[in-house]
């Protein structure tokens, strides 16, 4: 990725990278907290790390990891 960010003056291209950005920031954000939990991490030391409440991060994230478990074993 590109160290250089698009000036605010071109709405259009600022925009589009800010897009860009959020959709690489939360695809970082999913892998990141599977591997913490598939590694034994607690929802309280994931949510630490992000920032945000345990809650928060098991209900942002619970559902995608059990998702993704049952498509890796069909007996799930």
Not at 3 to 15: C, G, R
């Amino acid at each position: 990725m590109s160290d250089h960010l698009p000036s605010p003056d071109d709405p259009a291209a600022a925009l589009a990278a800010v897009v860009a950005l959020r959709r690489t920031a939360e695809r970082l954000e999913r892998e990141a907290v599977a591997r913490a939990i598939d590694q034994g991490w607690t929802w309280a030391q994931v949510a630490e790390a992000l920032g945000v409440t345990r809650q928060a991060a098991h209900k942002r994230h619970a559902r995608r990891g059990a998702d993704r478990h049952r498509s890796e074993d069909p007996t799930r």
